[in-house]
């Protein structure tokens, strides 16, 4: 049995439904990330699991035992707020005091404690400094500290790096990864950033419109999206949409291959831009189209092409290890290739 | 900038006081509401109707605000005359922010009984006489009282409201007590004794808004008070509210009218002195309003008379006391009253 | 014409407005205040500090200078307290009446003092609400008015209004995910409350307090119509000289040193309220 489940939670504000059916399995130890565009649901499913919303519908159970009705004083699940919410009149050490206190421990085993819980997150020289005396990553660190100090049942983690800029967001969840393996903490995170999302988690749950589209390793929702939701929202791809004939999909004047296609209906096709390729003159492949260069941005480890074809205009991402992107001006005509295994498809609504 | 120029000039104009010029009528300055109603009526009325000279009625607040106007204006006199208690006057009279007067100035001046030449001292004399009374409830309070001591009965334990000093109400009710006790209105050991038996009973020392309404309102079953107004709260309540003239005896209070130091319109103002001490506006204005008249000459008509200090019974019962005599005990019996009187009464 | 040309200009109609409205009669009542009295109450011009040694040898005068005080933080402590939870909740509620709630909790600012007074007379009076209450259940009647008790709920209700927007003033800063990160972590309500919500808001209660307690310091009104003529304080005492015996010097010194009092204990409470944000 899962160690966190939840089974059909359902919620609504004024009779506007945020969340409409969410279940999910979250086995101990594990990192589950829910991800989702804002007012998908996320945000309401983990206040719902902290207790600071009670669902309309569904139970919340935590190994075993049924926390639904428990006030979020009682549930022992650490939280750690988008904002951090880091009391303003407590130092580092105070804040990470707080819940330790209020579960009663002794206070030497108190001390020893919080200067452990601020070991792990690298601020012990910053014990006594007030939140506002900190950078956003401090203060951020204090957060987990914080949440962690009480050995949480359930860490919630609600868009934790979302105020941080870029290259520290990146350290950070390497570095929240490793703690919460370390830890071994069961946690359930709240991200709109896919990167973040595939990065830290064991599961991603993809939410969409109050409910989980997909639940599946950061692999399968990448790589086998079962919904055209998941398709769109998970990375970029080249979009088309077509008519199947033949056991193939028609779009504007070519025709695509693809794997396990029924016998006829309205399809939207995906490909991923790295599964693309430039094709030379002589080269063959499953699927081809041709199209004009619209424009072409080097990012690093790939070049972003942008393409104009009949049937419309999509992205294509080009390693840049070979040079060949240096070659390629705006307005050249270009072939491109992918296999046919690569194409992802789906039945049109 | 032009813009914010003119905005600020008419806020300048708009907070600007407006000012006396020549051309305009003189300016009697004297308390507001129910006496300026009546006032206006049957004095100023008919001596601006005799079409020699003009004079408009300034409401003022208090006795104390008007004499404040005075010293605020000593360099630039707005107002021509002033009618205010003898006791402020007398400050006002020091201060030499009123003119002296006397009846080579003003011939009717000898018209007026002794005491209300010699209340005004050396500037203007007496133009009215009120007196205190207690007032009552005549529905609950039977027979009729004839003495204060009435309030000393347990039975009206917190129903008596008293105008502690510095109003001047308490200074004169301890002065009568004081005769009635000593023979001597200054001897007041008697009377402070017999006050702070009665403190107990004593619901307020500052009946608000005043004693009249208290009663009528059955807040009260006794309250200090003035004969005039007294009187006209009588008529109004259909003579629900009792005045008792006690045995005890009752003391002045004194309005006196002064020509103001350097007033702008002189002549008129000492016309309108003369036309106010006059037979005609005293009768009027007794028999308008219930405060007794000060020219020995007016005759009041009987019915008016019985209910102000002009019926011969009446003045008899006003005891000998000199208000600035009492100016100068103020300070003690205020004391007196807080320490003696208002700490015994508990509550 | 610089920025700061224009800062000064733009100052200019309030700093006037300050001068002719605050400093200018200041002044003239410093100036009032030296002057002296005759004993016959007339006005002495002269440059003395005769009425300050009059009044501050006059053990009466020490007596309501510390009544008034003990009234004003009486008030401003009730007053507070009653204000806090009203504050709070008009602070949390997300109620559509909330402006409407807001609105009744801050109408008595509405209503003149005399009308008020006229009010609380029908309820504490001794006929009034209250003792008809007792009277109807068989226990003594109690004196309400027309004293200190009287004076003290006076005052604590018409200083209420302003602590409680001095204190919505300084919520602002209390944010909603502090309790609730505080639930998280095992505090129940008591404790939310006690080690997060009371201490973030300590400071606006102190705004609070200082501003009920200087216009309590400060009120006429409610001693003067609600004390019955039993209740001397400064504002009261000040009154009396201006317009009653009319010894000014005496109104004036009284003003000044209750003015100057009250600026040293502000200055105090900023001094310890700047060392204590540190």
Same mark, same amino acid.
């Given at each position: ?349 | ?253 004194? %309005? ?38 000060? %020219? ?17 019974? %009446? ?18 019996? %205020? ?13 | ?278």
């Amino acid at each position: 049995m899962a160690y966190l489940e939840l089974r059909n939670l359902a919620r609504s504000y004024a009779g506007r439904p945020a969340v409409r059916d969410v279940s999910l399995n979250v086995e101990r130890g594990t990192l589950v990330a829910l991800l989702g565009a804002s007012g998908c649901g996320k945000t309401t499913t983990l206040r719902m699991v902290a207790g600071l919303e009670a669902p309309d519908a569904g139970r919340i159970v935590v190994d075993g035992r049924d926390v639904t009705s428990l006030a979020p004083h009682r549930r022992r699940m650490g939280v750690v707020f988008q904002s951090y919410a880091l009391f303003p009149h407590m130092d580092a050490a105070g804040n990470v005091a707080f819940g330790i206190q209020m579960h009663g421990a002794p206070r030497a085993a108190r001390a020893t404690r919080v200067a452990e819980m601020l070991a792990l997150v690298g601020l012990s020289e910053h014990a006594g400094k007030k939140p506002r005396q900190m950078s956003g990553g401090q203060q951020q660190r204090v957060a987990l500290a914080r949440a962690l100090a009480i050995e949480p049942d359930v860490l919630l983690l609600d868009e934790p790096l979302s105020a941080l800029d870029a290259k520290l967001r990146e350290d950070l969840r390497v570095e929240m990864r490793a703690i919460q393996r370390s830890t071994g903490a069961t946690t359930l995170f709240v991200t709109h950033d896919q990167a973040e999302a595939l990065a830290m988690a064991d599961l991603v749950a993809v939410m969409d419109a109050g409910r989980i589209a997909q639940l599946g390793t950061p692999e399968a929702v990448f790589e086998r999206p079962e919904t055209a939701y998941v398709a769109a929202f998970v990375g970029r791809s080249a979009r088309f949409s077509g008519v199947i004939r033949e056991s193939r999909i028609d779009v504007a004047d070519i025709s695509i291959a693809a794997p396990g296609l029924p016998a006829s209906g309205r399809v939207d096709v995906f490909v991923r831009p790295h599964r693309i390729s430039v094709l030379r003159a002589g080269d063959v492949a499953d699927n081809t189209i041709e199209g004009t260069l619209d424009a072409i941005d080097y990012t690093g480890e790939v070049a972003q092409l942008l393409v104009q074809s009949p049937c419309g205009r999509f992205p294509v991402d080009l390693a840049t290890a070979d040079g060949t992107w240096r070659d390629l001006r705006p307005g050249d005509k270009l072939r491109l290739g992918w296999h046919a295994a690569d194409t992802l498809w789906f039945e049109a609504p | 900038m032009r813009s914010v120029s003119a905005i600020l000039i008419s806020t300048a104009v708009w907070f600007a006081p407006p000012s006396a010029q020549a051309a305009d009528p003189a300016r009697l300055m004297t308390y507001s509401g129910i006496f300026q109603d009546n006032y206006t009526d049957v004095v100023i009325k008919p001596f601006n109707a005799r079409g020699t000279e003009r004079l408009d009625y300034v409401p003022g607040d208090s006795s104390a605000a008007m004499l404040g106007q005075l010293r605020t204006q000593k360099n630039d006199p707005q107002l021509d005359v002033i009618i205010m208690d003898v006791t402020t006057a007398a400050l006002a009279c020091a201060e030499g922010l009123v003119e002296p007067l006397d009846a080579k100035l003003l011939p009717v001046i000898g018209e007026l009984d002794d005491q209300a030449r010699s209340s005004g001292g050396a500037c203007g004399p007496a133009v009215t006489y009120d007196h205190l009374v207690t007032v009552y409830d005549s529905k609950a309070v039977v027979p009729a009282p004839t003495s204060l001591k009435v309030m000393w009965d347990l039975k009206w334990k917190g129903r008596v409201g008293l105008s502690a000093p510095p109003n001047i109400q308490g200074l004169a009710l301890t002065a009568i007590m004081a005769h009635a006790d000593s023979g001597n209105w200054k001897s007041a050991d008697g009377a402070f004794k017999a006050l702070r038996e009665l403190a107990p009973a004593v619901q307020t020392f500052d009946p608000q808004p005043d004693g009249y309404t208290l009663v009528l309102n059955n807040t009260l079953s006794f309250a200090s008070g003035w004969n005039a107004r007294a009187q006209l709260n009588r008529d109004r309540s259909g003579g629900r509210l009792g005045i008792m003239l006690p045995t005890e005896g009752t003391v002045f209070q004194i %309005n006196t009218i002064n020509l103001v130091k350097g007033a702008p319109h002189r002549d008129a103002g000492l016309a309108f002195i003369a036309y106010a001490l006059s037979a005609p506006a005293q009768k009027a204005f007794t028999e308008r309003m219930f405060y007794g008249p000060t %020219n020995a000459t007016a005759v009041i008509a009987p019915e008016a008379a019985q209910r102000t200090a002009a019926a011969p019974e %009446n003045k008899a019962r006003v005891i000998p006391m000199d208000w600035n005599e009492m100016i100068k005990l103020r300070e003690s019996w %205020n004391q007196r009253w807080r320490r003696e009187v208002i700490s015994a009464g508990g509550r | 014409m610089t920025r700061r040309q224009t800062g000064v200009l733009l100052c200019l109609p309030a700093l006037l407005l300050l001068a002719v409205a605050f400093v200018w009669p200041m002044a003239i009542l410093a100036r009032m205040s030296l002057n002296e009295t005759a004993d016959t109450g007339a006005l002495v011009p002269a440059l003395s500090l005769a009425t300050y040694t009059r009044l501050a040898s006059d053990s009466f005068t020490w007596q309501i200078a510390w009544d008034s005080l003990v009234l004003a933080a009486g008030s401003a402590t009730v007053a507070t307290l009653l204000a806090y939870p009203m504050a709070l909740f008009l602070f949390r509620t997300k109620s559509r009446y909330r402006n409407l709630l807001a609105i009744v909790a801050i109408a008595p600012l509405l209503v003149s003092g005399t009308a008020r007074v006229i009010g609380w007379m029908a309820i504490l009076g001794d006929g009034g609400m209250i003792n008809a209450g007792l009277r109807l259940l068989g226990i003594p009647t109690q004196h309400l008015i027309n004293n200190w008790t009287g004076v003290r709920i006076g005052l604590a209700e018409s200083v209420m209004p302003y602590t409680v927007l001095a204190l919505l003033a300084g919520f602002g800063r209390l944010d909603h995910a502090l309790e609730e990160a505080a639930a998280t972590l095992g505090a129940g309500p008591f404790f939310r409350f006690w080690r997060v919500t009371l201490p973030l808001t300590l400071p606006s209660v102190t705004a609070g307090w200082m501003l009920g307690f200087v216009l309590a310091i400060s009120a006429f009104i409610t001693p003067h119509l609600m004390g019955g003529g039993r209740v001397f304080v400064l504002a009261t005492e000040i009154f009396d000289a201006a317009t009653q015996t009319l010894d000014w010097p005496a109104a004036a010194a009284l003003s000044v040193a209750a003015l100057a009092g009250l600026s040293a204990l502000m200055l105090l409470q900023s001094l310890v309220a700047r060392r204590g944000s540190v």
